[in-house]
């Protein structure tokens, strides 16, 4: 029971594919050609590593003991059923569709609502006056401290929470299609890179964790990861400093 509350808990430090479009459009604006190769896996191999140093941790101070032996027998190798292969992807997909996308759908729904309405329920011509952008606002002060305290980045960090994929498409509807080099330089690119690399996943993985653990748990991996995020980004951005980036 503790290797597998352990497991749930580090997963979302190994970089999730939805990740990958926020990293390809900060590497390209950012990082040299030849070099942004190895700027994408360094991000994969820093979440891993970073997901390591937590799981020790958490060793040490939430789940200390012995290790409980672990044998596993394996079955043998036989090439899969078309049958079987299609009921497993029909139960995984029905699970999919009936717990995550149900959130998911409310979500996106919400964050709709906020980006679309004033705080006097009236439709928006800028999103800068949304209710969206008042949250980002207020939520902005907290991002300051890591040398990007702008409201837009705040907002699509609240919008990532649903999807990560939507903080690309929110920066570009908050940047009005300028590039996003409008809003970032090096230093703060390269902290903001790793925080969304750290920070909480999406709405759908939080579900996850609910169902399995439950809600108290959902929310301990939420202020797990987001504070670690913080904390990491944070001297990250002393280091950068120390360099002159």
């Known amino acids: 029971d503790r290797d597998r509350k352990m497991t749930i808990m580090l997963t979302p430090f ?56 672990f044998v596993m027998e394996l079955p043998n190798y036989r090439m899969p059923g078309f049958k079987s292969v299609m009921m497993l992807i029909w139960d995984k997909a029905k699970d999919f569709i009936t717990r995550a996308f149900t959130v998911i759908f409310i979500a996106s729904l ?55 994929e939507s903080v690309v498409s929110t920066m570009t509807v908050l940047l009005g299609g300028s590039p996003v080099a409008t809003m970032f330089n090096t230093h703060s690119a390269i902290v903001f890179l790793v925080f969304t690399l750290l920070y909480t996943p999406c709405v759908a993985a939080i579900t996850s964790v609910k169902r399995e653990l439950g809600g108290k748990w959902a929310i301990g991996v939420v202020a797990l990861q987001c504070g670690i995020a913080w904390i990491i980004a944070f001297l990250v951005n002393l280091i950068l400093i120390a360099a002159g980036v």
């Open 14 to 69: 190994m970089s999730c594919s939805a990740k990958l479009p926020i990293y390809t459009v900060f590497v390209q604006a950012f990082v040299p050609q030849n070099l942004r190769a190895v700027a994408m896996i360094g991000l994969y191999l820093f979440g891993m590593i970073m997901g390591v140093i937590v799981g020790l941790v958490l060793k040490k101070v939430a789940f200390r003991g012995e290790p409980v032996p």
């Open 110 to 164: 919400i964050i709709w609502f906020l980006q679309t309405f004033s705080i006097t329920f009236n439709i928006v011509s800028d999103s800068k006056d949304s209710i969206l952008a008042l949250i980002g606002g207020v939520i902005a002060p907290i991002f300051a401290p890591l040398g990007f305290g702008d409201w837009r980045a705040s907002t699509a960090l609240i919008t990532g929470f649903t999807a990560k």
